[in-house]
């Protein structure tokens, strides 16, 4: 099976959207910045074509989705 993911981390605001639909909402009061890191608790996972954007970039991005 495969997904497409979106996170957008905008100051303490974390999003995560899978296939376009919304699928979690959070906040990071300690993140420090610049730093990216994908993991599973169990099972297993490929990702691929891993894109990193300015919040900027991915708002005139979204006018295409």
């Not at 699928?23 to 074509?49: I, P, Q, V």
């Not at 894109?51 to 006018?63: C, I, N, T, W």
């Amino acid at each position: 099976t495969h997904f497409h993911m979106d996170v957008i981390a905008e100051g303490t605001v974390l999003e995560v959207y899978l296939n376009g639909s919304a699928a979690l909402s959070a906040r990071m009061y300690d993140r420090t910045g610049g730093n990216l890191g994908l993991f599973l608790s169990e099972g297993g996972a490929y990702f691929e074509a891993i894109q990193v954007m300015a919040v900027a970039q991915l708002s005139s991005a979204l006018l295409f989705f």
